[in-house]
C-alpha cells in the first residue's frame, strides 16, 4: 500500500524558515517524481514544485521560486521542502504527492498534508 | 501560471448526470492531453479520479469520465449519488514542468 506522510508544519514568523518532510513507503520511490501541492485554508489546490526521480531535475511555480528549494533522498525514501522568506500567503497544507509516471503529469496518490502557518 | 477556470457549483438529483467544464489556453489544456481531475471531500486529501483527459485509475468508477475540446476540459459523472458530494478540481500540465489547478467546483447532490 502507498503511503505518503509528511511531517514539519509548524506556525512560523513572516522571514523565517521551515524544511517539510515527506516519508514515503509501499513503491519504488526512486522511480517516481515527486510534487508538493498546497491548499490555503479554504481555498483551492496550488502546484508549488516538482522533482525528477533522481533530483536532478526542479522545477517551481511562480509564487515559490527562489525562496522554496525541494530535494529528495532516495537512500531514505524521503521528499523534502525547504521553505525561506515565508510569508503570509503561504500558510496552507502542504501535500506531497507522487507523480503517476509513463510521461503521464498527474498526482496520483497523495499524502494527509502538514500545516504551515506564517503568522507574527 | 494562470490558474484554470472551472464554475464555482453545480448540482443534481440522484441519479441525473452532470457535467463540470475546466477552462484553459492554448498554452495547457489545449496543447496537451496531460489533464487530470480530483475529488476532495472535506478535510480529506484530494483523489485522482480521471487523467490524459480521459483515463480512469484504478477502483475509480466508470460513472466518472472525462473529456476535452480545444481549450476546454470536462468531467462527467453519471447516475449521481450521495457520496459524489465533493469539490472537484481540474489540472493540466503546461509546459516547462508547470501545473496550474482550476479554482474548484462544489458539486451538490439534491
Known amino acids: 500500500e502507498v503511503q505518503l506522510v509528511e511531517s514539519g508544519g509548524v506556525v512560523v514568523q513572516p522571514g523565517g524558515s521551515l524544511r517539510l518532510s515527506c516519508a514515503a513507503s509501499?513503491?519504488?520511490?526512486?522511480?517516481?517524481?515527486m510534487h508538493w501541492v498546497r491548499q490555503a485554508p479554504g481555498k483551492g489546490l496550488e502546484w508549488v514544485s516538482l522533482?525528477?526521480?533522481?533530483?536532478?531535475?526542479?522545477y517551481y511555480a511562480d509564487s515559490v521560486k527562489g525562496r522554496f528549494t525541494i530535494s529528495r533522498d532516495n537512500s531514505k525514501n524521503s521528499l523534502y521542502l525547504q521553505m525561506n522568506s515565508l510569508r503570509a500567503e503561504d500558510t496552507a497544507l502542504y501535500y506531497c504527492?507522487?507523480?503517476?509516471?509513463?510521461?503521464?503529469?498527474?498526482?496520483?496518490?497523495w499524502g494527509q498534508g502538514t500545516l504551515v502557518t506564517v503568522s507574527s | 501560471q494562470s490558474a484554470l477556470t472551472q464554475p464555482a457549483s453545480v448540482s443534481g438529483s440522484p441519479g441525473q448526470s452532470i457535467t463540470i467544464s475546466c477552462t484553459g489556453t492554448?498554452?495547457?489544456?489545449?496543447?496537451?492531453?496531460?489533464v487530470s481531475w480530483y475529488q476532495q471531500h472535506p478535510g480529506k486529501a484530494p483523489k485522482l479520479m480521471i487523467y490524459?483527459?480521459?483515463k480512469r485509475p484504478s477502483g475509480v468508477s466508470n460513472r466518472f469520465s472525462g473529456s476535452k475540446s480545444g481549450n476546454t476540459a470536462s468531467l462527467t459523472i453519471s447516475g449521481l449519488q450521495a457520496e459524489d458530494e465533493a469539490d472537484y478540481y481540474c489540472?493540466?500540465?503546461?509546459?516547462?514542468?508547470?501545473?496550474?489547478f482550476g479554482g474548484g467546483t462544489k458539486l451538490t447532490v439534491l
Open positions: 489540472c493540466s500540465y503546461a509546459g516547462s514542468s508547470t501545473s496550474p
Open positions: 509501499g513503491f519504488t520511490f526512486d522511480d517516481y517524481a
Open positions: 492554448s498554452s495547457d489544456v489545449g496543447s496537451y492531453n496531460l
Open positions: 490524459e483527459v480521459s
Open positions: 504527492a507522487k507523480d503517476i509516471g509513463t510521461g503521464g503529469w498527474a498526482f496520483d496518490y
Open positions: 522533482i525528477s526521480w533522481d533530483g536532478g531535475s526542479t
